[in-house]
């Protein structure tokens, strides 16, 4: 029987399945990947721009079939799937927007002198492996970037969302993306192992539990893959003071219920700092209690079911566990009596470490109020937890709310407003949370090359140019200087060049030459040599072979630079010659 299946969470009813991938396709859809990133890779970004353009509008003129799939699939309320997909639309438009900016070369400046890059480049197939909670969403946190950069793409959804997972592929078909470009596999877990050690994959990203992060991560390390995981949190949601207790609420409400509850940002744990907390409570209780699950297709539902039957099982045993250990139930904590994975909206409070709601995620319409005695004992609170992805504070005082923010041991915080997701903002955690960033800027960095190209200067110029760089130049007289290839250059001195070794010019000033003697007399002399502190003169020498032009071939010839600022101990690693 395979896993990949939809059952219709509001019913409890299987209404369609998908075969599972045989091994010999899994092997078929590497070769296929690899052999379509030879040439997505050298793509022109301005066309991969295009394409990505295109699937942000194709999302949008599909919104209404794109949200009743996932709407029968996980039981998202029908007005958040829209929601859902005019967000992914903005993720798709924003790297087409901003993504070959991104991707432009890095110039750095080489104390050495000479020309650098650093030329971001992709690396090669990647693997997905998303979650049912946004079916739409995590692939284009993933796949925006990724496409932009010059990847190819497998990816593996969850078994829950077969139908929106075939409809994204043919989205990105229906928009011009060459074929194998993008390829949706409903793979085991035993063969997303095999595909994850394949030589032919360059890296994976797993939106998910801890579980599944860590041994997906397991197997990329032994074989040095690159991983990108986000796997969830448990989000404080910090109400330090608040001169609307009302709107706090809301926001708080908002930031705990969306998707009932079923988001890795969503705010968990409420923590309240002083005599606010039982204002706050019973506000939120009365707020909480009042919200109304049903039909997910039902505009005036509040709220879906959960995901499946096991998720509910599994909110209601840590729901339990609390009770049990004497934690305090403000409301619900029940199922509903009808069919589906429905349960009520929950307020647990006098939550101790003993319980399970303390340390592990509440993935459902289930909260934590803890009532702390100032802002020092929130933040310690707050990061007592073993995630670390985002999190809420709230204060009529900015600065402090700031203050606060910067103490949090988390990836995202968002003052005055619940944790969210933005297309031009990353978005990660740190700790259990995972590792790496996704959207934004930083989006488009984790699965590329970032390659250093450098051009040096020739040798002699290339001292001579780091000398121009780290001296002062006090100004003065100008001369002609030709280097070791024979060009020449203008340089401003102090004073003109003067001779060290039997009276002659040292260096090739204006076209007089020195000997071999006259460097060697001339390297030992400034090796001795140091000034003081201060802006003093100083001379800095430079050797090397050349042929002069249309002149007869000089063995060695050398610089006497002077009018340089004073710099201590300069020219101990400057002999060329």
Known sequence: MSEYKVVNPATNRTEREFATATDAEVQQVLERSAQAFQSWRTSAKDERAKILLRVAELY??????????????????????????????????????????????????????????????????????????????????????????????????????????????????????????????????????????????AGVSVTGSERAGAAVAEVAGRNLKKVVLELGGSDPFIVLDSDDVAKTVKDAVAGR?????????????????????????????????????GDPTDSASDLGPLSSEAAAERLMDQIQDAVDKGATLRTGGKRLDRPGAFVEPTVLTDVTPQMRAYHEELFGPAAVVYRVADAAEAVELANSSSFGLGGAVYSADPERAQEVAGLLDTGMVWI?????????????????????????????????????????????????????????????????????????????????PIGIAHGSPVGQVLGTRCSSQDCQRARQRYRSHRCSAGPQPSQSLYFGRSNCGAGPVIDEHCHWLPGLGCHDGVGDDHDLA
């Open 416 to 496: 005055n407003n619940p944790t969210g997701s933005m297309a031009d903002l990353p978005f990660g955690g740190t700790k259990r949370s995972g590792v790496g960033r996704e959207l934004g800027p930083l989006g488009i960095d984790e699965f590329v090359n970032k390659k250093l190209i450098y051009t040096p200067v020739p040798r002699l110029l290339r001292r001579t140019v780091a000398a121009r760089r780290k001296c002062s130049w006090p100004g003065g007289v100008r001369q002609q200087v030709r280097f070791l290839d024979g060009r020449q250059a203008i340089v401003e001195f102090a004073q003109p």
């Open 257 to 293: 219920m969306g998707n009932a509850g079923q988001a890795c940002t969503a705010a968990k744990r409420m923590i309240v700092v002083g005599d606010l907390y039982d204002e706050f409570t019973d506000q939120f209780t009365a707020a909480m209690a009042a919200l109304r699950p």
């Open 60 to 201: 949008k003129e599909r919104a209404d079939d794109l949200a009743a799939l996932i709407t029968r699939e996980m039981g998202k309320p029908t007005r958040e799937a829209k929601g859902e997909i005019y967000l992914v639309a903005s993720i798709y438009r924003y790297y087409a927007d901003q993504g070959p900016a991104l991707l432009q070369d890095t110039p750095l400046s080489p104390r050495a002198g000479g020309q650098a890059v650093i030329r971001k480049e992709p690396i090669g197939p990647l693997l997905g492996i998303m979650p049912w909670n946004f079916p739409y969403y995590q692939v284009a946190r993933f796949a925006a970037p990724n496409l932009m950069a010059g990847n190819t793409i497998i990816l593996k959804h969850a078994p829950q969302d077969p139908e929106s997972a075939l409809a994204m592929e043919q989205i990105f078909g229906d928009a011009g993306l060459p074929r194998d470009a993008y390829i949706n596999i409903f793979a085991s877990n035993s063969q997303v192992a095999d595909i994850v050690a394949d030589p032919r994959l």
